[in-house]
């Protein structure tokens, strides 16, 4: 790859296959007394539900991101790319893979886990910020910057 153009996959790989390996693995772990079980009785059937209405958000987010939004193109086009869903979010695949495990661990219901999420969001953050971001920033100056004040990073609809 060329040092100026656009990586197709930047840190999404690393960042995706851990925060699920992660999940899948506290959620075992939890499931075997290891990590300690709390949850909030009543709550099972709210918790299920909202876990799959995530999940089922994850995937419709990840389909509009990865197959419906002309990534390819655009990239080879050194586009930045501002339709679809990436007007409602910066980046709706690695969104798509938060969304995924957060829905994973409200299924669950353990309480203690649901602090994952916010470490998830914290290491997107970061990642984000001191890669993908920062290249874009460099490619695509002042028209990323007002992207960046209109888009959020990864929580669809939810604008600063």
């Known amino acids: 790859m060329k040092e100026n153009e656009l990586p197709y996959y930047g840190v999404g790989p690393y960042y995706c296959g851990s925060i699920i390996i992660v999940t899948i693995a506290s959620i075992v772990l939890s ?7 709390y949850s909030i009785s009543g709550l099972g059937f709210i918790f299920n ?9 994850a995937i419709a ?3 509009w991101g990865a197959l419906k939004s002309d990534i390819h193109d655009n ?3 050194d586009q ?5 869903a990436y007007a409602y979010v910066r980046n709706p695949i690695y969104s798509a893979f938060l969304f995924l495990a ?10 203690i886990l649901f602090l994952l999420p916010i470490l998830y969001w914290a290491l997107l953050t970061e990642l984000m910020k001191r890669t993908e971001e920062k290249w874009l920033e460099e490619k695509f100056g002042d028209e990323y910057r007002k992207y960046c004040k209109e888009v959020n990073r990864c929580i669809p609809w939810f604008n600063r």
């Open 31 to 37: 499931y075997l007394n290891i990590i300690p079980k």
């Open 49 to 57: 539900m909202l876990g799959i209405a995530m999940i089922i958000t």
């Open 61 to 63: 987010l990840w389909i």
């Open 75 to 77: 990239i080879n086009n």
């Open 80 to 84: 930045l790319i501002t339709s679809g």
């Open 102 to 111: 957060t829905g994973m661990i409200v299924f669950y219901g353990n309480i």
